[in-house]
């Protein structure tokens, strides 16, 4: 029997948390997947250590300095990676004729070019990088039909309802008989910490997830329950769902990943321990099941699983997403860039936790919404929006 190639696959991020999480899937499946390019912001060491491991064609590193560092130890260990740097070089590896599949794991706004650079050369897309759906959602899925690209859901509650929607789903919900999307989340560590506290939370605080370790940004976007509203603005774009169509259901457990409630009644789940390398295996060997080094799911220590409706008071900026997914335009992408500032203020100590959302909102206001034709209409509002909000930052430390 004709053995299948291997996948050449390339991993933007890959020394954050889903980056690694990749790389220890990948490892366990050698005859499935090749790393062809790897890359990161600045870590010299991690990615060095990836090299010497997976032997990729290429590294990218986006600081140039930590590039030459690289550079001079992959030539002293005699590796044969190219090491590039820049933005240009990120969109390159993502674009590579060689490439199958891309694993778009960069946080934030910096993973928009080089994950739309994938979608135009029609690859298959693991998508961990919700800001890209978030800022420029029109443009990156009318990249992905353009092209063909097979686009797989990462973020656990998409992959859970990519698998509990019919396979092949076409983006017409009622046509499929779906009532509603049910979008679980863990309430993060601040579910019930008494209010008059949260005024003066630490980031270190606000990083200890209860279920989930991950980056920083994305786990102050946990404690915030913005993750939640950019994961419902994610949910829009992948699923063709409105903002009615998505319910939140706070689950603080996180074993049921997220639900898909169908007009019969029945209501499909996607259940596992608390673990990425389960969307990850999933998205990578699709339609196929490999092993994750997941453990098995033991129901019996679970024992109970809990369900409450979300609080849109503790938590404003899950209502300030519902507001931008409604406003449409270039509002998602205004309040996306306003909590970037704002969460690095934050995790810089420079404002409060709860000064989060007031930053949001005041830029939510500041700025008027336009329609998104292209690229560019997104990448100005982002700017504008970081620019405001950091203006607000300077008069909220005065
Ligand atoms: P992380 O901070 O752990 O890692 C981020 C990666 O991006 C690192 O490799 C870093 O070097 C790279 N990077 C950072 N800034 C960059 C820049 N300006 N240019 C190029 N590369 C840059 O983040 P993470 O937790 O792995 O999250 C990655 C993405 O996946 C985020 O969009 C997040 O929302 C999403 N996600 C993460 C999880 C999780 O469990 N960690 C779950 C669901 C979705
Ligand atoms: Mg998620």
Known sequence: MQQTPAQQITILGSTGSIGTSTLDVVARHPEKFKVVALTANSQVELLFKQCRQFRPRYAVLLDEASAAQLRSLVREAGLGTEVLTGVTALEQVAALPEVDAVMAA??????????????????????????????????????????????????????????????????????????????????????????????????????????WVMGRKISVDSASMMNKGLEVIEAHWLFNA????????????????????????????????????????????????????????????????NFVAPDFARFPCLALAYQALRAAGTAPAVLNAANEVAV???????????????????VLDALPVSVV??????LVADAEARCTAQRQIQQLAK
């Open 373 to 378: 034709g292209c690229l560019d209409d997104v």
């Open 242 to 305: 409105g903002a009615d169509d998505i319910q939140v259901v706070v689950h603080p457990q996180s074993v049921i990943h997220s639900l898909v409630e169908y007009v019969d009644g029945s209501v499909l789940a996607q259940l596992g321990n608390p673990d990425m390398r389960t969307p990850i295996a999933y998205g990578l060997a699709y339609p196929e099941r490999i092993d994750s080094g997941v453990a098995a799911l033991d129901l019996f220590k679970v024992a109970t699983m």
């Open 344 to 362: 690095a203020a934050f995790l810089d100590k420079q404002i409060s936790f709860l000064s989060i959302p007031r930053v949001i909102e005041t």
């Open 106 to 211: 960069i946080v934030g706004a910096a993973g928009l070019r080089p994950t739309l650079a994938a979608a135009h050369a029609g690859k298959k897309i693991l998508l961990a990088n919700k800001e890209t759906l978030v800022m420029a959602g029109n443009v990156f899925m009318d990249a992905v039909r353009a092209s063909g690209s097979a686009l797989l859901p990462i973020d656990s509650e998409h992959n859970a309802i990519f698998q509990a929607l019919p396979r092949g789903y076409d983006g017409n919900l009622a046509a499929n008989g779906v009532r509603r999307i049910l979008l679980t989340a863990s309430g993060g560590p601040f579910r019930n910490t008494p209010l008059s506290e949260l005024m003066s939370v630490t980031p270190e605080q606000a990083c200890a997830h209860p279920n």
